[in-house]
C-alpha cells in the first residue's frame, strides 16, 4: 500500500533534526557490489547502460534492497549532460571517461542545450519507474555535475589532476568560458527541472572539481553559476531541495552556503566536522562527510570516526553519507556494519 509518510531524509532537508540522522551514500550503487557487476555486464558500454531506462532503475535500488538506505540515488553519470550538449562522451575500460574536447569559443558553435530533455528522457523514464516502487519512506535523489566541474572535463577530455586546461582558458579568456558555463548552467536547469517533474524528491548538484580553484574563480564558476541554478530551478519548482557538493571547497564552504541558495551542503572529507557545525549558517541543512576509505578500512577506524561525526553535527539537521563516493575496493559487508552503527549511535546521541 502506498501511504503518505514523508521521508526522512526530506524532512532532515526541511531542516528537522532527527537521531539517528538519515543516511544515504554517494556511489551507493556501483562496482563494490556484485549485484551491480552483475547488470552492468550486460551492456557493452557504461553511457548505453546510463541510457537504458529498466537497467537504471533496476541498480538504483540494489543498495536500498541490501541495505534500507533512507535514499536512493538516481543511477546515472554528471557527464550525460555534456553527452547530451553534443560534446561525445565515452568510456574507457579501467581509465574513466573521455570527451572531445571543447577548447575555443569556435568549438562551442555545435553545442546546444535545447533538445537535452528529450536526449535525456531515458534517465527520466528510470526516475518515474523507480518512484513507483520505491516505498514513499524512501527519497529519491536525482542529480547533475555542476557547469565548472562538466566544464572541466569538457575542455580537458578526461579526469585530470588540477584540470590547467580549464583554469588556464577561464584566466585568459573569461569572457569566451562563461559562455560554456552558461550553456552548461541552461542544460543543467532543464535537466534537474525534468528530474523533479519526474518525481525526484531533491537533487545533488556535484561539483566535484570545484576544490583546484583560486578564490576569485571559484567566486565566478562554482559560486555564481550555482546561485543563478537554484534561482532558476526554483522558478520552476519553487519548493525544490538543492543539495550543494562543492568537494574542496575548505574555507569557501561558508561564502558558498550562504550566498548560492541551496538547501543543503554536502561536505567532502577533508572538512572538520566540528569546524562546519559551528561555522556554516544554521538555515544551512549539512551532509556528510565520512572519508570513503574508512569504510574499506572497517571495524574500529569506521566507526570512532562515525561517533565523531554524529556527535559534532547533532544539534543541527543533518543527513549521514560520505566525504565522496563509495570506492570499489568496499567491502560490501563494512556498508552493512555502518548503517547498523549510524542507526544504533543516533538513537543514544
Ligand atoms: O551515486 C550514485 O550511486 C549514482 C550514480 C553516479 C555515478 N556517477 C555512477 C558511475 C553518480 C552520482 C556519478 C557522479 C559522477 N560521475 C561524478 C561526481 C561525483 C564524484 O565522484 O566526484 C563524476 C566526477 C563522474 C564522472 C565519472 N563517471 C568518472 C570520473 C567515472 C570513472 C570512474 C571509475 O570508477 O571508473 C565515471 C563512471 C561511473 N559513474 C561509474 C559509476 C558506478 C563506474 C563505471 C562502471 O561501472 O564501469
Known amino acids: 500500500m502506498v501511504c503518505d509518510r514523508v521521508s526522512a531524509v526530506v524532512e532532515a532537508l526541511d531542516g528537522k533534526r532527527r537521531s539517528p540522522p538519515p543516511l544515504w551514500l554517494m556511489r551507493q550503487a556501483g562496482r563494490y557490489l556484485p549485484e551491480y557487476r552483475k547488470v552492468r555486464a550486460q551492456t557493452r558500454n557504461f553511457l548505453e547502460f546510463c541510457y537504458s531506462p529498466d537497467l537504471a532503475a533496476e541498480v538504483t535500488l540494489q543498495p536500498i534492497a541490501r541495505y534500507d538506505l533512507d535514499a536512493a540515488i538516481i543511477f546515472s553519470d554528471i557527464l550525460v549532460v555534456c553527452d547530451a550538449v553534443g560534446i561525445p562522451v565515452w568510456f574507457v575500460e579501467g581509465e574513466g571517461p ?13 553545442l546546444s542545450a535545447e533538445g537535452i530533455v528529450d536526449r535525456l528522457e531515458p534517465v527520466y523514464r528510470a526516475i518515474a519507474s523507480v518512484r513507483q516502487s520505491l516505498d514513499a519512506s524512501k527519497a529519491l535523489i536525482g542529480f547533475a555535475g555542476a557547469p565548472w566541474t562538466l566544464a572541466a572535463y569538457a575542455t580537458e577530455g578526461r579526469t585530470s589532476r588540477d584540470f590547467e586546461v580549464a583554469r588556464t582558458w577561464a584566466w585568459s579568456d573569461p569572457h569566451g568560458f562563461g559562455r560554456l558555463i552558461r550553456l552548461l548552467s541552461e542544460a543543467i536547469v532543464r535537466h534537474l527541472v525534468a528530474q523533479f517533474h519526474a518525481g525526484a524528491d531533491a537533487v545533488q548538484l556535484f561539483d566535484s572539481w570545484a576544490g583546484v580553484l583560486a578564490p576569485d574563480q571559484f567566486a565566478r564558476w562554482v559560486v555564481e553559476p550555482t546561485r543563478d541554478i537554484v534561482a532558476r530551478v526554483r522558478a520552476e519548482v519553487p519548493d525544490a531541495r538543492i543539495i550543494g557538493f562543492p568537494r574542496g571547497a575548505g574555507g569557501k564552504y561558508i561564502g558558498y552556503a550562504q550566498e548560492t541558495g541551496v538547501t543543503a551542503v554536502g561536505l567532502d572529507t577533508a572538512v572538520d566536522p566540528a569546524w562546519a557545525a559551528r561555522e556554516i549558517p544554521a538555515e544551512i541543512v549539512l551532509q556528510g562527510n565520512l572519508d570513503p576509505l574508512a569504510v574499506v578500512a572497517g571495524g574500529r577506524a569506521m566507526t570512532e570516526q562515525v561517533s565523531r561525526i554524529l556527535a559534532a553535527y547533532r544539534s543541527r539537521p ?32
Open 318 to 349: 543533518f543527513v549521514f553519507n560520505l566525504g565522496h563516493g563509495v570506492v570499489p575496493a568496499t567491502p560490501p559487508d563494512h556498508v552493512a556494519e555502518l548503517v547498523r552503527f549510524v542507526r544504533d549511535q543516533g538513537k543514544s546521541a
Open 98 to 110: 573521455r570527451l572531445e574536447p571543447i577548447r575555443s569559443v569556435e568549438g562551442l558553435r555545435s
